[in-house]
């Protein structure tokens, strides 16, 4: 494992009485592309802004490199910021944009024109070095705001959704382009995003955050096998809870049908004598097998489809579960050798997924 | 007939803007070329001569006046500016907006009040509470320091209305990023935020200048007091009132037009340059 770069202890923050982060703990490792992902007020604004030390924590800690450094004037902290807006200078041009840092550094002056030039190259933004900003394409302004927060070789570099406001297409060549920059540099990221794909693409590892309170932290892998709750379950990709019952500590078994489950050993918040407790599997739209229903079968679950959508690689169906738990679930084939299965028809489902998670009612969202 | 008909119109319309153009501008045009007359008298024409701009660039008393005029233009500016500068950038700062809606009201409500009211406002003031209140504490407000505060309060709604609207296009979270990147709240100031500002700080001044050159009101209120001070207005004001009205009115009147213009229109169009030096197509005036 890795030197931890930055850790937080138990961060809270609240403003105008309102309670924006709730006890947030984290660390971030040396070389990492760490994001910060949550829905749009869940705080991660917040919490970047006491990372980069815009504001105090109302209570907790911030420690870089091992020392504490909750408050460290911004100046001297040894990090970055891209904001959202890029917030480029606009009476500097390129150049002198790239240059701010060092030039605060009070660096020689062949120190930083090399620098920026490197920076410049970077981002493959050296030809417009004498540009005025406001001449530039978003994507350009991105560019040049990416290589003015690499320039002083910070440590860190906390990215505010710098893509939120590019295009689809650009946004995509972007993310490409952030995670083969930060290899290259083998600086710290710290990514801030809204965007789950966005985040997945990129990051080693992703941090949860809802309505102030950190879910998880995990590599995208592992978020999507093993989300630790239902909201983490629900905002990464597709999810289907099926009803299922657990009967021992990695075991469930499903409700509609005979299916069992085993499932991993995390989630041991309940004592052995109080099994079999109420509640669902997650089960992902890719690990069910759709078939047409001829007989009986015992170990599927049955349902009706609802709705089909033709979507290129995979045909993703809406089908209403049967029996006493009736739910619409959300299926993914993949369409190569896919024979079509028109809306209205009755099918069995084969869960295919050998491990899962389980989700207790007591614990809904 | 379609063709012969616009035609018709914009003919029309070319007359009619000529006209408008005239009714505007020939009062100033019939004092320009009044300025050039042979005669003795201001109002009859007898021909071309610069004979009364010879006169009058010569005359001692007029020349007294124009440097008056410079002297509180120059020192009522510089006040106006920085006051206007704090007030602007206040507002931009205040986080409620309805407060900051409410003091541009208050900066600007003045520029529509009657100049004759304000300046018996400030004869009243300056009199009774700022001429006492500065020999109590041994320095004597003459008139020039009693015009200087009046022009003052005079430019101050502009400087402050201009500087406000350049604000309106600087970002704060530049001054985060240049923070970030390890600048002083000093460095913040002169390396972001002056250079952005400068274009309206040219405005302002240009502005104020010509705002205090264009005074007529407050100066004849103020100059009273102690010893009299004429500037150019007050000076144009006492040349009719002398038994023969001679060309020279004419001419200082247009000399005090020429600069007077001069800087409301560089004062129009430094307002307009953004951030970047660049002219942009909105009017932020």
Redesign the interface.
Known sequence: MSETLLSLQSISASMAGREILKSVSMEVRLGEFFSLLGPSGCGKTTLLRII?G?LQPNQGKLLWCGSDATHLP??RRD???V?Q?Y?????LNVFENVA??LR??KLPEDLVVSRVAEALSLVRMNQHARR?V?ELSGGQQQRVALA?AVA?RPKLVLLDEPLGALDLQLRKEMQWELKTLQRQLGMTFLYVTHDQEEAFAMSDRIAILNAGRLEQVASPEELYSRPASRFVAQFIGTANFIPAEKTSLDHARCLNSNHHFLLHETNAEVLPENYPINGDILVRPEQIILKKKQTEELKSLSGVIQMRQFLGATVRYHVELQGNHKRTLTIDQSSAGHEPIATGEHVSMLIINPSSSFFSESRLT | MVNRTSRLKKIGILVWSILLLFILYCPVLFLVVFGFNASSYALRWEGFSLRWYEKTLENPEMLSALFNSIMVATVSTCFAVVIGFLYALWSHRQQNKKIAAAGDSLMSLPLFMPEIVIAIGLLVVVSQIFRPAASNIGIPLDSMGSIILGHTTLALGYAALVLRNRFKCY?L??E?????????PR?VFF??ML??LVPGFAAASCLSFAVSLDDFYVSYFLSTGGSSLQTLPIYIWSLQGRRAMTPEINVVSSLLLFIAAFFFAAGLLLSRI?????QSGKDHL
């Not at chain 2, 953004?274 to 660049?278: H, M, V, Y």
């Open positions: 980069a815009f911004p100046q990090l970055n910021l904001f807006n917030a480029l200078f606009p009476h701010f840092g605060m550094q005025r406001t003015r002083p | 970002d979270q530049q985060l990023a240049a923070i970030d990147l390890g600048a002083t460095q390396r972001v250079p952005q953004d951030a970047t030096g660049k």
